[in-house]
């Protein structure tokens, strides 16, 4: 941290440190509920102790970075864990003999064998995706409020009093309003949102939690499985209730939105007040301005680079504001 502060915003950085903490502070009271008296059904049940103490202190900021939840954790470490100890000092032992020169080629083929079983056992489980609970909306809100929960909960079961009980309680209150706070706020929330999606045309429509796509049919087909779609899904406690075809026009809050893809063919008459351009038309810029007289263009992911460079160009002599998504994120309306 002195020398690399920066590595307070890493992911992993931040995991490690707090399952670290949850481990120091939470184990011990965790190894207390039950002292067995055999030695190997101890050293088991400490591993699962310690298994289970990181996960609790990881497990919000897991869910709020990658929304989902390894239901195996503890049978993962069960196996990892006596398997990393023989890693462990193998590789040293190793690597003081490597530094002499004199390490044998056994040992070396015993540490290398040893890495090869576990990342087999580790791949195996992964692969289990059925024990993976997957795309759990989690916000900023439910993460501070469930920290809290389980800081105060921890807390009170050190050592319980009424108020330190009272603070649970409170923290429980504290998670229910934030769950409600977020639903209410979603449900009121309406937005029309162009995506950066590479050689791909992909608008949204949200309304609550209720979301309608527009795109060409080969991307209709695999929207399920579109990451960009998913996570913008996840990330608004929404969920895809419809799909259209792509339309030449648009509308969204009075808003005429006029979508222009490789035909480049486009009414005269129309006003829009958003002109959207896909698939790379050839259009005259200018023609066009004078013609529609949009308030902004908006060029998608789907548009080739240097058709891009040029329509910024034009639109910055014509003093009409130019969105690439490409440069500025996706486009949205709300």
């Given at each position: 941290m002195l020398f690399q502060p920066s590595f307070l915003f890493d992911v992993g950085?931040?995991?490690?440190?707090?399952?670290?903490?949850?481990?120091?502070?939470?184990?011990?009271?965790?190894?207390?509920?039950?002292v067995p008296q055999n030695k190997v059904t101890n050293y088991f049940w400490e591993i699962l102790t310690v298994s289970f103490a990181a996960q609790i202190g990881a497990f919000p900021l897991s869910i709020y970075y990658f929304h989902q939840f390894p239901g195996l954790f503890f049978v993962t470490n069960l196996v990892v864990i006596p398997f990393l100890s023989i890693i462990m000092v193998l590789g040293v032992i190793v690597m003081i003999l490597a530094a002499?020169?004199?390490?044998?080629?056994?040992?070396?083929?015993?540490?290398?064998?040893s890495i090869f079983i576990l990342n087999?056992?580790?791949?195996?489980?992964?692969?289990?995706?059925?024990?993976?609970?997957?795309?759990?909306?989690?916000?900023?809100?439910?993460?501070?409020?469930?920290?809290?929960?389980i800081i105060a909960t921890v807390i009170w079961f050190k050592k319980p009093s009424f108020n330190r009980l009272s603070l649970a309680m409170i923290a429980i209150l504290i998670v229910q309003f934030s769950y409600f706070l977020t639903h209410w706020t979603i449900q009121n929330q309406k937005e029309f949102v162009i995506f950066h999606s590479k050689k791909n045309t992909l608008i949204t429509e949200r309304n609550g939690e209720n979301s309608t796509l527009f795109a060409n049919d080969s991307l209709l087909k695999t929207a399920n499985e579109n990451k960009t779609l998913n996570a913008y899904l996840i990330g608004n406690f929404s969920y895809l209730q419809s799909t259209e075809k792509l339309q030449n026009t648009l509308y969204f809050k009075g808003k005429k939105i006029l979508i222009l893809d490789s035909l480049g063919v486009y009414p005269k008459n129309t006003k829009p007040d958003i002109v959207v351009l896909t698939q790379s038309p050839k259009i005259n810029m200018d023609r066009l301005f004078q013609n529609l007289k949009p308030q902004i263009v908006v060029a998608d992911a789907s548009n080739y680079r240097t058709y891009i460079s040029l329509w910024k160009a034009t639109c910055l002599k014509n003093k009409i504001p130019f969105h690439a998504t490409g440069e500025k994120g996706y486009y949205k309306l709300d």
């Open positions: 950085f931040q995991l490690s440190y707090l399952a670290l903490f949850f481990i120091l502070w939470l184990q011990p009271l965790l190894a207390q509920l039950w002499f020169d004199v390490a044998p080629l056994f040992l070396s083929k015993a540490l290398e064998w087999k056992i580790i791949n195996a489980i992964a692969s289990l995706e059925q024990f993976i609970i997957q795309d759990i909306p989690f916000n900023s809100y439910l993460l501070w409020s469930v920290y809290l929960l």
